[in-house]
């Protein structure tokens, strides 16, 4: 007889991640969200208006705050050692955040274009060499 209430259900990542209420991901998509809805709002009836002409790069933080989250998350899941995950869900964030700061202020990609190049080959050959 196959009794299937003694067999354990798989553990699903995703839905325990999302159901744990001290993981800052959720909520804090839904504020980032809600302020820049207020922002729009408030600058489309003139109540207030905002200095920033590149507004949408906000929406590439969302992501970046995203991957540093994981990345701290991997980091102190492990014992606070930088293992490959987190290096590279931090590098990521970083990346993003870095991208957002120069359309947000419209920072030219001349010269900071290839500093960013550099950044992130600096980030893979410093993966590559702690292997």
Do not use: C, K
């Amino acid at each position: 007889m196959n009794d299937r209430s003694t067999t354990p259900e798989p553990i699903n990542r995703r839905d325990e991640r999302l159901a744990d209420p001290s993981r800052p991901g959720g909520w804090m998509a839904g504020l980032i969200l809600i302020a820049l809805g207020v922002m729009f709002l408030l600058r489309n009836t003139g109540t207030f208006d905002f200095p920033l002409q590149n507004w949408w790069a906000l929406f590439i933080l969302i992501p970046a705050v995203g991957a540093l989250d994981s990345g701290f998350r991997t980091y102190r899941a492990v014992g606070n050692h930088l293992t490959a995950p987190a290096r590279g869900s931090l590098l990521v964030g970083l990346v993003l955040t870095f991208v957002a700061v120069m359309f947000l202020f419209d920072i030219s990609w001349t010269f900071f274009g290839p500093v960013l190049i550099i950044l992130v080959g600096i980030g893979i050959l410093f993966t590559a060499l702690v292997r």
